[in-house]
């Protein structure tokens, strides 16, 4: 990725196709110059910042392109923290690159994926955990994939990891003096208060890390695999999850030679929703591809609804079959399907130590009976009693990477501490700790990470 910030990059801001309004966004110190030069109206060298201005765009033999409106932010109080130009023209395809090579014929170099992000990282306007959360936030699909995104960008996961290094900086401080100190035996860090501060940053590390597997559902959606035997109602309930026919319903068993895909919306969490073929012993050979990739699907979801048809299926049965396809870990919910054909149920009767009585759910898919249930027990299993409120979530597998070995330093650092290890030992391990919290904020950082973040950008942020 070019890191020349003496250079003035161009790229088009807006989605491709036609659209009645098209963005193309210049930074660098030639971003007001460079637009000047191919715009006809306001004097856009004399603009004060944060201006809008209506003029023409025009090419080198004075060709009218459109009519624009062209926005003015002066360095540093722009996105990314150096003089910005938005032109704001109509969404065609051609006016958008016209205009993208008029300002390329005039000095500006095409951006790279998330090259206007970086530099606003590289100029100070954001830290690194802040600039992923753009990307997240371009992202977002629901509620909570946009407030975790919002909360990070304000600093959610920077100003604890901020707090914390501080603290510990203040110690380390007083322990490499020490080691300066080395020949004259003198302690400046008390051994019993930096044993405590360790214990607290730890606490609080590994609330952050916990946070992760609800953060990280958040992002990415949560795999919930529907399955079962042949015409349990497997796929009448994604239907009625989905509330649209978007898979064949028939009396035949093994209609669903395949997986089927869809995403669910629920109170803000998505959901990852995979019809499976049904489950049993056959000599079809179409069929038994699609039962091989059922178990593996349920053998990689968070999440599996095990539906049981409860006219035909024996406790004993239904308990074995679920032992034999879930994975370890694997959140299980028992749906006792078409209830309107069976008039007694008692879920206790079919609860385990695997299955509590909460996972057993009676239904009839088919007339949309508990579906609601259904979908509120799906969304409690997905946050597991963690407030969905905190604005200190961990959704970054890199964070929590990073956080992961700084706590591992800290166990390091509060052993060696308690049981009279040498002091250039503790230091090293405060140093590391130090480091690997600064990675997660970008206060530390090697070009291949961020090459790596950024790239993940789109052209034009």
Same mark, same amino acid.
């Given at each position: ?6 250079? +003035? ?26 637009? @000047? ?54 969404? !065609? ?38 600039? &992923?959360?753009?990307?997240?936030? %371009?992202?977002?699909?629901? &509620? ?21 290094? !501080? ?82 319903? !028939? ?9 089927? &895909? ?43 609804? /095990?539906?049981?048809?409860? +006219? ?12 034999? /396809?879930?994975? &370890? ?30 996972? %057993? %759910?009676?239904? !009839? ?35 929590? @990477? ?15 501490? @308690? ?43």
């Amino acid at each position: 990725m070019n890191k020349n910030l003496t250079s +003035t990059i161009a790229a088009i801001a807006t989605a491709q196709g036609i659209s009645g309004i098209g963005i193309i966004r210049v930074s660098g110190p030639d971003a007001i110059l460079i637009c @000047s030069q191919i715009f006809e109206g306001k004097n856009l060298m004399s603009s004060e910042a944060s201006r809008m201005h209506f003029g023409k765009l025009h090419d080198s033999n004075n060709k009218i392109i459109d009519e624009v409106l062209v926005s003015i932010f002066r360095n540093p109080h722009s996105y990314t923290g150096e003089d910005v130009v938005e032109i704001n023209c109509h969404g !065609s395809y051609y006016i958008l690159n016209e205009v993208l090579q008029l300002l390329v014929s005039n000095g500006a170099t095409l951006a790279e994926p998330g090259e206007f992000t970086q530099r606003a990282f590289l100029n100070g306007k954001m830290d690194l955990s802040q600039a &992923e959360a753009v990307a997240d936030l %371009i992202h977002s699909e629901t &509620e909570f994939q946009h407030r975790f995104a919002i909360n990070q960008m304000r600093g959610g996961i920077k100003d604890n990891i901020a707090e914390l290094r !501080s603290a510990l900086i203040d110690f380390a401080s007083l322990i490499e003096l020490e080691l300066d100190f080395s020949e004259e035996d003198v302690e400046f860090a008390n051994r019993t208060k930096l044993i405590q501060l360790i214990k607290d940053i730890r606490i609080r590390i590994q609330e952050l890390t916990q946070s992760f597997t609800l953060g990280n559902a958040v992002k990415y959606g949560i795999s919930t695999v529907i399955a079962g035997k042949p015409n349990a109602g497997k796929s009448t309930l994604l239907n009625a999850l989905l509330n649209e026919e978007r898979a064949i319903v !028939s009396e035949i068993a093994g209609t669903t030679r395949d997986t089927i &895909e869809e995403k669910i919306n629920i109170q803000g969490i998505l959901f990852r929703l995979i019809d499976t073929a049904g489950i049993r012993t056959t000599e079809d050979t179409i069929e038994k591809m699609g039962v091989e990739r059922s178990l593996e699907k349920i053998q990689t979801s968070s999440i599996l609804i /095990y539906v049981a048809d409860i +006219t035909q299926s024996s406790k004993d049965q239904i308990v074995s079959d679920i032992l034999n /396809y879930k994975s &370890e870990n694997q959140e299980v919910i028992l749906l006792a399907n078409k209830m309107d054909l069976y008039y007694t149920f008692d879920s206790s009767t079919l609860a385990t130590e695997y299955i509590p009585k909460e996972n %057993i %759910i009676p239904c !009839s898919a088919k007339n949309k009976m508990n579906i609601d249930f259904l979908k509120q027990r799906l969304f409690e299993l997905a946050v597991k009693n963690q407030s969905i409120q905190n604005t200190s979530i961990v959704v970054n597998s890199r964070h929590r @990477s990073h956080l992961l070995q700084a706590d591992q330093e800290l166990q390091l650092a509060e052993s060696g501490l @308690s049981s009279g290890l040498e002091t250039d030992l503790i230091a090293q391990s405060l140093r590391r700790t130090i480091y690997e919290l600064g990675s997660v904020t970008g206060n530390v950082s090697s070009d291949e990470i961020l090459g790596n973040i950024f790239g993940r950008f789109c052209i034009g942020k």
